[in-house]
């Protein structure tokens, strides 16, 4: 039994996705959230045991529409699709096949195979436009291989890859939600980087895979789907350093102590019996960076808040707060600096002059 | 966010309340402002779901759109608005004054107010306010004819909101923030809940505690314009599908009343906890600018003036660029001079500087070309000063007297007085400080009412920018465009 499946429990793996793969890229110094990833935990039942339930997730009607949306642009072998790609990217398409790899079947194991196959296929090819739908792709993570089932479409033309995204928030004259857009192109690199580590791997060359990701979106307050080209190469860069340092996760694991565990301990019915103090002890065994963007996008968010306040964290008062600070750690230090009852180490004295004047002009501006 | 206010979140961790940032508020609060809290549906650009508006806490218009994929009952929605919301705008329209010297102007004595949760309802507006302009009250698509009307106005207060210090469409979260700093990150401070729990925490609470309390959908719901989750699966779809089978709106309409109902208390709590603070001085002078635009607008609409463009023609968007920087800039200085909670910021850096005087000459005479009145006053401070010789000050104290640095050594600094004296070469009485008085120099200036650079007229729009863009003329498309 390996560490990871000794701290998860006897459980099986929680499931990666895009958007938890791209989370993991968000918050890269967090050895909490890297080691609960690594071991497929489930964040979501273990922050609500600990008594912080997470308040990450989407309305139903914002996946119903979606859904819609995406079907809609995907409906006749991806009519609609293809006459974007023609009329917004400009890309003359001869003919296009167009193959579905669910036509497998069910088991991913072998629509995965059945992509490598398709993809192989039509890289060697070079020949006219292939689209491919509910492609499976698989990414190491941790040292662990882990399937992606983008709902998306690989697009090749001439030899050359696209990763095609399909969201439904609105781009209204020709602009959308920054917030929206940064996420798509995170979730976006996380399925470059899949394919072309397969490419890799079959001895292809992964820049075959296009870094320009093609995002379809409803245009201004209609259905009327539109297309535009995202250059995903700093998401890439980030996306790619967390994971290799995913991969040294065992140097993480070397400091925790021998047979540290966040199992659950489920019960018959599944309802957890681990002791909430026990939990919480083995779970402050592991350092979290808490950031307020947890908040957005990790179940755990709530606990290490909690825990960060507990300690006077400047961390839960956000990045820049911190910054200003001069990357202070605690509030009692800093309050310490500027009221001069803390002395400042060497490295501290510039913080700490700046501080006592901060304290004193803000005196001498409310007397 | 300025190292001031990142101490001021300790502080407020500590003290387990929020801290003043600001003494003074530095935005105008209409005697008679119009909330409002949009709502609108999850997974859709801008889909109304309801909405809470009004001018009066005991009286609020409750505004439902039962299906919200019907657009009929979208527009039926934007009517609705437009029944409470023009009126309330065009009421304002009535007293003017004549203004400007040189070129007469009227403007209106006073200009709506709107005020919404944050940010996001700003957002909602803009997109309600671009949904709606563009729509016709005759052709194929005929909405009622005050659906453009309001469309345009939306647009004109989403559009104003880009102008430091502009008050006409406020969001409620930042205009507290502006003035406190809490011991939450600025992610907890965009909930309006949040945020007042550490302002002003419910009798017998502590913040901490308010707070918890603000972040649970169940007891707080969001202020919008997204719903909450929970809400949205457990209640509202529910509440549709009745509406679906049974044509009743009674369930949607509890529904969105249940959310909307704390916010709107939420709103008028904190006009109340604004309406505390002194308005800054110089409020009134942006205020005024508020008016000039508000009343410019209506001139054009009175002329049956086009909707806003989508996009800016290339001189539009420069002249814009132009007076954003011009607002900003007067902005910033405006409420420095206002506030010495404000301006102990540049401090800081060295700009400003507050000190004692230890010597002064107020009768000294220069003589050049002729004899003026120009004192020197020694002033004393432990501040870390970068300035130089020569670097013109003011000081709040006496905003229309200019300072010239003469001499800078060792925390002295010799200032000569120039300007606000009164016009022989006696001093009037208290006009250049005495010795023992304590000043702050600063070396921000209130840009002065300036000529406009010149820009050229659309027509002549050089070819590096396009050349002169089409008129814009309304087409029946535009007009027609679907809101699905």
């Known amino acids: 039994m390996s560490r990871l499946d000794t701290l998860r429990g006897p459980v099986p793996p929680h499931d990666h996705n895009a958007r938890t793969i791209a989370a993991l890229a968000a918050n890269p110094g967090c050895n909490r959230r890297a080691v609960m990833d690594a071991a497929g935990i489930d964040k979501e039942k273990t922050a609500r045991h600990l008594g912080h339930p997470a308040t990450v997730g989407q309305s139903v009607f914002a996946i119903i529409r979606a859904n819609a949306f995406e079907e809609q642009v995907k409906a006749n072998g991806c009519a609609q699709l293809l006459k974007l790609l023609r009329e917004k990217l400009d890309l003359s398409l001869p003919e296009v096949s167009y193959d579905d790899v669910n036509n497998v ?25 292939t689209l491919f739908d509910h492609p499976v792709l698989k990414l190491n993570i941790a040292g662990k291989s882990v399937y992606l089932e983008p709902a998306l479409i690989a697009f090749q033309l001439k030899g050359r890859f696209h990763v095609v995204e399909i969201k439904s928030f609105a781009v209204i004259d020709g602009q959308a939600d920054p917030g929206q857009v940064a996420a798509a192109a995170r979730q976006s690199a996380v399925y470059v980087h899949a394919l072309r580590e397969l490419f890799a791997e079959r001895n292809l060359d992964p820049a075959l895979v296009s870094h320009d990701v093609i995002l379809v979106c409803p245009e201004n307050f209609a259905n009327t789907p539109t297309a535009t080209l995202v250059d995903v190469r700093q998401q890439l860069t980030v996306l790619k350093r967390q994971l290799s340092r995913l991969t040294r996760i065992d140097t993480i694991l070397d400091e925790l102590p021998m047979g540290l565990t966040f199992d659950l301990m489920h019960d018959q019915d599944g309802t957890p019996t681990r002791s909430r103090d026990e939990l919480l002890k083995a779970i402050s065994e592991v350092d979290a960076r808490y950031a307020p963007e947890c908040l957005a996008s990790c179940e755990m968010a709530f606990f290490c808040r909690d825990e960060a306040r507990a300690c006077g964290s400047t961390d839960a008062l956000g990045r820049t707060v911190r910054d200003q600070l001069g990357g202070l750690e605690s509030v009692a230090t800093v309050l310490g600096l500027a009221h001069g009852t803390l002395l400042a180490a060497p490295d501290q004295a510039e913080i700490a002059s700046q501080l006592r004047l901060v304290r004193q002009f803000r005196l001498e501006a409310t007397a | 966010m300025s190292i001031m206010t990142a101490y001021a979140q300790a502080e407020a961790v500590r003290a387990g309340r929020a801290q003043p940032i600001a003494s003074v508020r530095h935005a105008h609060l209409s005697t008679r402002p119009l909330v409002f809290i949009p709502l609108k549906m999850a997974g859709e650009a801008a889909a109304p779901l309801g909405a809470m508006v009004g001018t009066h806490r005991d009286d609020p218009h409750l505004l439902v759109v039962p299906q919200p994929r019907d657009r009929s009952l979208r527009f039926a929605f934007v009517t609705e608005l437009a029944e409470v919301m023009v009126p309330y705008i065009e009421s304002f329209q009535r007293a003017s004054e004549t203004v400007g010297t040189r070129e007469p102007y009227e403007r209106f004595l006073d200009a709506p107010q709107i005020l919404v949760p944050n940010r996001g309802g700003i957002g909602f507006t803009r997109l309600l306010g671009r949904s709606s302009r563009f729509r016709s009250a005759d052709g194929p698509y005929p909405v009622h004819p005050s659906v453009p009307v309001l469309g345009r106005w939306l647009t004109f207060l989403a559009e104003r909101t880009e102008f430091a210090g502009a008050s006409t469409l406020l969001a409620m979260t930042e205009l507290l923030a502006l003035h406190w700093a809490t011991g939450q990150s600025g992610t907890e401070d965009g909930a309006l809940a949040a945020l007042l729990a550490w302002i002003a925490p419910p009798e017998g609470m502590t913040a901490l505690e308010a707070a918890a309390r603000a972040e649970n959908p169940l007891l707080t719901p969001p202020a919008g314009p997204a719903t909450d989750p929970g809400f949205d699966a457990g209640v509202l779809q529910p509440g549709i599908e009745a509406y679906d089978s049974t044509g009743s709106p009674a369930q949607v309409r509890g529904a969105i009343k249940s959310q909307l109902e704390p916010t709107w208390q939420l709103m008028w709590e904190a006009v109340d906890v604004l309406r505390g603070l002194p308005e800054g001085a110089s409020v009134a002078d942006r205020w005024a600018r508020d008016r000039d635009d508000f009343s410019r607008y209506t001139a054009h609409l009175a002329t049956g003036g086009a909707p806003q463009p989508r996009l ?40 400003t500087f507050a000190g004692r005087v230890i010597a002064a000459d107020p009768t000294r005479i220069v003589t050049g070309r002729r004899r003026v009145l120009r004192p020197l006053i020694t002033v004393q401070t432990s501040d870390p000063v970068r300035l130089a010789p020569g670097q013109v000050l003011r000081s709040p104290a006496r905003p229309g007297q200019k300072a010239e640095i003469t001499e800078l050594a060792a925390g002295r600094i010799v200032l000569e007085l120039s300007g606000g004296m009164g016009n022989s070469l006696t001093p009037r009485p208290g006009s250049v400080p005495e010795i023992g008085e304590w000043l702050t120099y600063t070396d921000l200036e209130v840009p002065s009412p300036r000529k406009r650079p010149p820009f050229p007229s659309r027509e002549n729009t050089p070819w590096t920018h396009g050349g002169p863009p089409p008129e814009y003329i309304p087409t029946d498309e535009d007009a027609q465009e679907a809101w699905s």
């Not at chain 2, 800016?312 to 001079?337: H, I, K, P």
Request: hydrophobic content about 35%; aromatic content about 4%; charged content about 35%.
């Open chain 1, 105 to 129: 079947g069910d088991d991913r194991g072998l629509r995965h195979s059945r992509t490598r196959t398709l993809l192989r296929q039509a890289a060697e090819d070079r020949g006219g436009g």
């Open chain 2, 312 to 351: 800016d023609s290339a001189v539009a968007a420069a002249m814009r660029l132009e007076r954003l920087e011009d607002a900003q800039a007067r902005y910033d200085a405006q409420r420095a001079f206002d506030d010495p909670l404000v301006l102990a910021e540049y401090r800081l850096t060295g700009t």
